[in-house]
């Protein structure tokens, strides 16, 4: 029973193969009525400029520096929040206000400094006279100046520490956080009431409207994409790949390729999408729409429109996207094909 079931197996298969063979550059009888009754819709090859090299899923990341934060740079507690998450924001405004005690001990350090600086520099400036007159040892002016120059370096750090994030320092002892730059608001990370870390970041925004996109490159594609090859998302938006890595993940077998995309698309940093990445097509190919080609067998083909009907061609398949595929192989530009409606050429290729 076994070795009938074989044999029937195998001429069903020797079957199909024969079918499939006469199907590729075989010519199906289509009337216009039957076009019409069975929504086939045509659509012409059209010269490709590009072809694809991969199909890979992405995400959106904004681009290196152009995402701030604002750390604050006393410890302290939060007085107010003044912007919120996706809030744009111009240069020097007002982000939040911290009371801080550390502010306050700063700033009596540097008051302090600056007094001692004042000192050192009337008794250098006078030992230096002396020293001049021949009152003085030259050794004891040069003790002073060296003095009032150690001094200068405190006050300067003690300055450095006031201004740092440019601050704005206010008299009851809190401090404002300014926007350095105009940008819009990503995150907020604390709200009123809410103790904050020196050097913790309070605020993070964004300062460009340029987006860049992230994907991992397979092994086998390492070499053939390159700087400056296009990219197009799936809603069609375009842009170019940045870099590409050339060390592997040793978990992943692959490497990382950042792209960049236009702000102008509406996507958001975090936003999963699928990309391609395109190059130069050679001279001879077409683009026609990817649900044109169907597989018969192992062979990809197109059902081009003829006098009487269809004719299946055979093609070969350079690249291929969720909208367009790039061929060669006999298809040539202003050719008319079927996009719609293959399953039903597919039958009458079986009935036939």
Known sequence: MSSIKCLTATAAFIALVGVLKAALGAEIAVSQAQIE??????????????????LLPGTIIPPMNSRIAVPAPFAGTVVSVEVLPGQTVEQG??????????????????????????AATAVAERYRGLAEKNIASPTRAAETEAQRTGLAAVVEAHRRLVTLGHIKTNPDGSYDLVAQQAGRIVEANVAPGASIGAMQAAVVFDTSDELWVEAQ???????????????????????????????????????TLTGTIPGSAG????????????????????EVP??????????????????????????VLMGKTLRAATIGGGLTAGQKIAVSGLAQLENMIGAE
């Open 290 to 315: 990817a649900q044109a080609v169907v597989w018969l067998g192992a062979t990809p083909s197109v059902f081009v429109r003829t006098e009487t009907g269809f004719a299946v061609q055979p093609v």
């Open 37 to 54: 009754r069975l929504e086939i819709r045509l659509e012409e090859a059209r010269p490709a400029f590009e072809e694809a090299i991969a």
């Open 93 to 118: 405004r007002t982000l939040m206000t911290i009371a801080s005690r550390e502010l306050v001990e700063t700033l009596s350090q540097f008051h302090q400094a600056e007094a001692n600086l004042a």
């Open 217 to 255: 490159l397979p092994a086998s594609l390492v070499g053939k994409v390159h700087p400056g090859d296009s990219i197009t998302l799936e809603d069609g938006t375009r842009g170019k790949v940045l870099s590409v890595g050339h060390t592997l993940d040793p978990k992943t077998r692959s490497t």
């Open 267 to 286: 996507l958001v940093p975090g936003q999963m999408m699928t990309l391609s990445i395109h190059r130069q097509a050679a001279v001879s190919s077409v």
